[in-house]
């Protein structure tokens, strides 16, 4: 029987196959677990062009069949080239993949580029090639087959199905805001009127484009290349449109009926669909599958799935964008999901940069019991509607049912499958949705439907997950959940816009089981993480201690390097340690800063030097426990300014044990307990510990102060003294500082905040967020202790609200969930001087007057008692109230303060000036004395 191949495109006859195997094979040693030769199947030899100018997916195609047929270990070869990989003559299957597009008949059939298909010992190969993909497919799949390994080459698509739009130009013409886009080359567009229409690459079999978006589409996520930071937000590109102009050179010009100016010159709007059609890469029913050393430029409609499969290895590849494309998105969804695997998942040596969705996601399905047709019989579906159609046992596999409720197992039930009745997961001969589980025993009357899940315990992985690296994801860096061990050490964790480890057990939306029992998080850097930054939340409605989800976790020598955040949130655990971690502050080095009574003394005299914070303790507790027990925190080293309480929710105080911190009430380490100071150059000004500063000689001297903390010395901004420095000249010139013997500041944002000349405070309204309800990211918010929130405190502000929900004002202030405010509010057009109040994060406005529009305005908060009145006055002198009094005698412990916000910077947005603050008639200068 003779192969037939393809060369240049055209059918080959007359080689023999005995010929093309002699002419590929190679001897080479494999180990003594296979044969001691392997067969080397060249793709080229079946056509497939290494120049990359012809589609070469057919080519592979019968390479790939071609090896089927050999006996023996095979590896398929892509000599060094580049690769054309198009949908049209690639394999095709009908295959159900976890967590995409369920059972819609629409996308039942994926397009695979290398299918591996019942096959067993076989090695993919790129040889350091580069496999350009085209539409909408699968990268390489392994269907039933065992000791796959796929490695060494690079891969991208053409016109992903994600619009990166660089905003590279913006400003406001003739009265209107614009902005110019910059769209990668892979992404064509066309304009008609006030839309924008994106299209995917021409198919060349039917002249139409592989796909097709009007505008933002249906989700967008923000992508700021200097901070890398990626996050889920709101697209502003397409609001407000007057016109649309393509300039050619792929950019687009949009005209807008506002004159502001935008003010996210640099940003990337990451612009998609939502539907998952296929995954980028597929392992299913397979076992001992590695994939190493790819360099993955996109992954089309979902990650790489590991589905029913046993032992996964992910080593030392690369999932991030070429930047020579212009891109930024990297996933169109997770990067990796692994939905019921059994053995072991390695996932080590990765970098994950740019996803659309987690990094990492390593779990169960939970099926829903829906009816008990006999005592040993259950009917089980699927009800999330992106998973579903393929098997979710086999007959031998043990189970576990869980009260949903309480997400705790039936006790005494350990159920092995006999048979199934349900889908295949190739075809739709039957309920995609359903399926008829038989078990070797009958099962509790308890067992109801609607009430429980069941999980197919047998596919639960041992896991590692090692020396990787996440940035620039939006939502998690690692989920995990499963029983079997779980190691995630020495990895980076940068800028996560959600938790940077979760753990879950979801019974509710996702039904992504299950518990896990042994889990140890070690070694791992968390660099600028989001709040909480490890999660553990399973979806359970009944908090008992005494039956927790999850158990015996671990936190240990880990790195945090963070801002304003929690650390660990844990839900329905029993054990879990934090120990030895070492926690610092992201502004450590900043949060201090000497200031010189002067500047420039003269020789052979004496000055002194102080210190004073620039930044404010850390308010947000590090730790949070709900229905958990047995938790240790022990041996950390925590920076100053961090707050080490522990807030607890149907947990037993005696249960959270450990060095320093307090269950309740604040344990706030002071920011600044001790200062010292060093000299560059004591010939010149010789400081000593208190401060006191000698002028020795002519020259310039650094004065740098010194603080220690449990992570060790820490150094502030420093002072530069030039001693018989000119009197008028500006190094002598001491700049205006804030006055934090009498403010501080919730959530520092120093470049929106300024001291002016006559005792002015200037803010110009920060991007983060509000007060409001549960917002709560208000930045520079100032506060004073002058009054300790008693009295009358009376503020001058200069400066109208201009667009959106900008406002600014006077408050007072016990924490962000509970304060009194008195403020201009735009109210999107429609501005108001308001009184606001918030009780346990409730916000209402019990009164609201028209603004009187003039530029300055007097605000005056008034504490009679139990009650504060709010009041507003264009002199100074006369004040007119706003509504009645209001009751305030739960704002105990509150202070007065000031700020100004917004919800969407703007360069164009003109600063508020606060002066002539004042409590009980006596001034509060802004200014620092010195």
């Not at 096959?119 to 085209?134: C, E, K, N, W």
């Not at 003109?910 to 010195?930: C, H, I, M, Q, R």
């Given at each position: 029987?003779?192969?037939?191949l ?18 590929l ?9 296979r ?6 199947v ?17 080519a592979?195609?019968?390479?790939v069949?071609y ?11 892509f ?5 054309q990989?198009?949908?049209?003559q690639?394999?095709?299957?009908e ?15 994926k ?6 298909e ?8 790129g ?15 392994a269907?039933r ?8 080459f ?14 590279s ?6 009265g ?5 886009l ?16 994106w ?6 079999a039917?002249?139409q484009p592989?796909w ?18 990626t996050?889920?937000g ?13 300039l ?47 360099k ?14 046993e ?15 212009g ?15 059994k ?9 994950f ?11 169960g ?16 579906e ?27 197992a039936?006790?005494?039930v ?7 009745d ?8 039957k309920?995609?949705?359903s399926?008829?589980?038989t ?42 959940t ?10 980076v964790?940068?800028g996560?816009?959600?938790?940077s480890?979760?753990?879950?057990s ?18 791992n ?15 359970n ?12 976790i ?36 900043t ?19 102080r210190?004073?914070t ?8 590090l730790?949070?426990?709900?229905g ?14 961090l ?21 309740g ?40 102060p ?9 150094t ?10 000119d ?20 959530r520092?944002q120093?470049?929106?905040r300024?001291v ?10 920060t ?11 208000a930045r ?8 300790n ?36 509010k735009?109210?999107n ?24 529009g ?18 507003y006055?264009?002199?100074?002198t ?13 704002l ?21 000036l ?17």
């Amino acid at each position: 029987m003779q192969p037939f191949l393809r060369r240049r495109g055209l059918p080959v006859a007359g080689m023999s196959a005995a010929l093309v195997v002699a002419a590929l094979v190679l001897p080479v040693p494999v180990g003594s677990a296979r044969a001691a030769t392997e067969t080397v199947v060249d793709v080229t030899t079946f056509g497939a062009d290494p120049t990359g100018l012809r589609d070469s997916a057919a080519a592979v195609a019968q390479a790939v069949r071609y090896a089927k047929t050999v006996t023996g270990p095979v590896r398929i070869l892509f000599p060094h080239g580049t690769y054309q990989i198009y949908p049209e003559q690639a394999e095709s299957r009908e295959l159900y993949v976890s967590n995409t597009v369920g059972a819609d008949q629409a996308y039942k059939d994926k397009r695979i580029g290398i299918l591996v298909e019942d096959m067993h010992d076989v090695t993919i190969d790129g040889g350091g090639s580069h496999l350009q993909f085209h539409g909408l497919m699968s990268t390489f799949a392994a269907v039933r087959s065992t000791n796959v390994s796929v490695r060494n080459f690079s891969f991208d698509y053409t016109a992903p199905k994600v619009v990166d739009a660089t905003v590279s130009e913006s400003g406001v013409s003739d009265g209107h805001a614009y902005r110019v886009l910059t769209i990668p080359s892979g992404n064509g567009f066309s304009v008609w009127d006030r839309w924008v229409t994106w299209r995917g690459e021409t198919s060349p079999a039917t002249g139409q484009p592989y796909w097709s978006g009007v505008n933002g589409m249906d989700y967008t996520q923000i992508h700021d290349p200097v901070a890398q930071r990626t996050w889920r937000g709101p697209n502003p590109l397409f609001d407000d449109v007057a016109s649309m102009t393509d300039l050619g050179g792929q950019k687009l010009r949009i005209d807008y009926g506002s004159g502001t100016a935008p003010s996210d010159r640099g940003l990337v709007y990451e612009m998609r669909q939502t539907t998952r059609d296929t995954p980028s890469a597929l392992f299913w029913e397979s076992k001992n599958v590695t994939v190493q050393g790819l360099k993955a430029g996109y992954l089309h409609g979902f990650g790489f799935v590991g589905q029913l499969s046993e032992n996964i290895t992910l080593d030392g590849n690369e999932f991030r964008t070429d930047p020579a494309t212009g891109r930024s998105t990297a996933g169109f969804a997770d990067f990796v999901q692994m939905s019921g695997v059994k053995g072991t998942v390695k996932i080590t040596g990765n970098v994950f940069d740019g996803a659309h969705d987690d990094a990492i996601n390593i779990h169960g399905t939970y099926l829903e019991v829906t009816g008990r047709p006999t005592p040993n019989t259950l009917t089980l579906e699927y009800r999330h509607n992106e998973t579903a159609g393929f098997p979710q046992y086999h007959p031998g596999d043990e189970v576990e049912i869980v009260d949903k409720r309480t997400m705790v197992a039936v006790p005494g039930v350990t159920a092995k499958v006999v048979a199934v009745d349900g889908p295949s997961g190739q075809d739709h001969d039957k309920s995609l949705t359903s399926m008829t589980v038989t078990f070797d025993q009958p099962l509790p009357d308890s067992v109801r439907p609607w009430d429980f899940v069941v999980e197919n315990t047998t596919y639960t992985p041992t896991v590692l997950i090692s020396g990787n690296t996440f940035r620039d994801i939006p939502t998690r860096g690692v989920l995990v959940t499963t029983r079997k061990p779980v190691v995630i050490e020495n990895n980076v964790f940068d800028g996560m816009s959600m938790a940077s480890i979760f753990i879950s057990s979801d019974a509710y939306q996702w039904y992504e089981s299950g518990p896990v029992r042994d889990v140890l998080i070690r070694g791992n850097t968390f660099l600028r993480p989001a709040s909480p930054v490890i999660f553990v939340e399973p979806t359970n409605q009944v908090l008992d201690p005494a039956q927790p989800v999850h158990r015996n976790i671990r936190v240990e020598s880990n790195t945090f390097k963070t801002g304003d955040v929690r650390l660990l949130d844990a839900k329905s655990v029993g054990g879990i340690t934090f120990n030895s971690n070492t926690v610092s502050r992201l502004d450590r080095n900043t949060a201090f800063t000497a200031q010189a009574k002067t500047l420039c003394p003269a020789r052979n005299t004496t000055t002194s030097v102080r210190t004073v914070t620039t930044a404010s303790p850390y308010s947000t507790s590090l730790f949070s426990y709900h229905g958990s027990s047995g938790a240790v925190i022990n041996g950390n080293a925590f920076d100053n300014g961090l707050n080490l309480r522990a807030d607890l929710d149907a947990t037993d105080p005696a249960q959270v044990t450990g060095d320093e911190v307090v269950n309740g009430g604040d344990r706030v380490l002071p920011l600044l307990p001790t200062v010292s100071y060093t000299t560059s150059n004591g010939t010149v000004a010789k400081v000593d510990s208190t401060g006191k500063v000698t002028a020795r000689s002519a020259g310039t001297a650094v004065i740098t102060p010194v603080t220690h903390s449990q992570l060790g010395d820490t150094t502030g901004v420093p002072v530069t003294l030039t001693v018989g420095g000119d009197p008028a000249s500006p190094a002598c010139t001491k700049p205006l500082t804030l006055n934090t013997d009498a403010w501080s500041v919730v959530r520092d944002q120093p470049d929106h905040r300024a001291v002016l000349p006559g005792d002015t405070l200037q803010l110009t309204p920060t991007g983060s967020g509000f007060l409001w309800a549960g917002a709560n990211s208000a930045r520079n918010l100032l506060l004073t202790g002058t009054g300790n929130g008693t009295g009358t405190a009376t503020v001058r502000m200069s400066g109208r609200t201009q667009r959106g929900y900008m406002e600014a004002g006077l408050l007072l202030h016990r924490g962000d969930d509970d304060y009194i405010a008195i403020q201009r509010k735009n109210n999107n057009g429609s501005p108001t001087v308001t009184l606001s109040s918030e009780t346990n994060g409730w916000a209402t406005e019990p009164a609201r007057v028209p603004d009187p529009g003039q530029q300055d305005i007097w605000l005056r908060l008034q504490r009679n008692g139990a009650s504060v009145t709010a009041s507003y006055s264009l002199n100074g002198t006369t004040f007119t109230p706003v509504g009645a009094p209001i009751d305030a005698s739960w704002l105990t412990g509150a202070r007065f303060g000031v700020l100004a916000e917004v919800e969407n910077p703007s360069a164009a947005d003109t600063p508020f000036l606060f002066s002539k603050f004042t409590v009980n008639g006596a001034p509060v200068p802004f200014t620092s004395e010195w």
